[in-house]
Nanobody, 116 residues
Framework: QVRLVESGGGLVQAGGSLRLSCTASGNRFGFYAMGWHRQAPGKQVRELVAQIVSDGRTQYADSVKGRFTISGDSAKNTVSLQMNSLKFEDTAVYYC?????????WGQGTQVTVSS
């Protein structure tokens, strides 16, 4: 059974930084991609924040480009998200995810709150 565990959320002032980390267990073969989604308060949909593919390609939401950096190793089942210059609108629950052979796996989520 694949399990993703996130850490690193918390409360930070606007302009500050946080680093999120995620480790997957129960997976022997690596993932095609790992990354982060977020769900803002009052919104029904999770949006992609950033992902890294097994060949090293990265993808970012336009709203976080230049401020967030994703790193990780899908073969080692780890992914991190360095978040700098945080804004109030980055407040959300951040979910780690991983995908392999058409199946998506999700962590339980970690709260990031940015005070203005």
């Amino acid at each position: 059974q694949v399990r993703l565990v996130e850490s690193g959320g918390g409360l930070v002032q606007a302009g500050g930084s946080l680093r999120l980390s995620c480790t997957a267990s129960g997976n022997r073969f690596g993932f095609y991609a790992m990354g982060w989604h977020r769900q803002a308060p009052g919104k029904q949909v999770r949006e992609l924040v950033a992902q890294i593919v097994s060949d090293g390609r990265t993808q970012y939401a336009d709203s976080v480009k230049g401020r967030f950096t994703i790193s990780g190793d899908s073969a080692k089942n780890t992914v991190s998200l360095q978040m700098n210059s945080l804004k109030f609108e980055d407040t959300a629950v951040y979910y780690c995810y991983a995908t392999r052979s058409g199946t998506n796996y999700w962590g339980q989520g970690t709260q990031v709150t940015v005070s203005s």
